[in-house]
């Protein structure tokens, strides 16, 4: 069964930045950065892909300010957040998917395992 338990929430002023980590097993899948704020859908925010190399994808909203990466060494898969924005606060989940492509990668049914979440709340 695939694990995955994130960190690296907190709190951060508008401007800051903050790294979340995920420690997965799933190292061999897809795997993708969902956040979710209170009364809100959740939404993908970035993904990488198991293929190609590692193809990343990210949302509108974050491109240009955060980094989706993984250390297939240390199990582990990050997100770099800078220039952070009161919009992105919520909480964070790290999930593991089969496959993404460009389509599809911020499905939130196409993951199958997901971790428990970490908070990040962005002040201004």
């Known amino acids: 069964q695939v694990q ?29 950065w969902f956040r979710q704020a209170p009364g809100k859908e ?6 990488i ?12 909203s974050v491109k240009g300010r955060f980094t989706i990466s993984r250390d297939n ?20 989940y790290c999930a593991a998917a089969g496959l993404v492509t460009a389509d599809d990668w911020s499905d939130q049914y196409k993951y199958h395992a997901w971790g428990q979440g970490t908070q990040v709340t962005v002040s201004s």
Do not use: F
């Open 4 to 32: 995955l338990m994130e960190s690296g929430g907190g709190s951060a002023q508008t401007g800051g930045s903050r790294r979340l980590s995920c420690v997965t097993s799933a190292v061999l899948y897809s795997m993708g």
């Open 42 to 47: 959740r939404e993908g925010v970035a993904a």
């Open 49 to 60: 892909s198991s293929a190609g190399g590692g193809i990343t994808y990210y949302a509108d």
């Open 73 to 92: 060494t240390k199990n582990t898969l990050y997100l770099q957040m800078n220039i952070l924005k009161p919009e992105d606060s919520g909480m964070y």
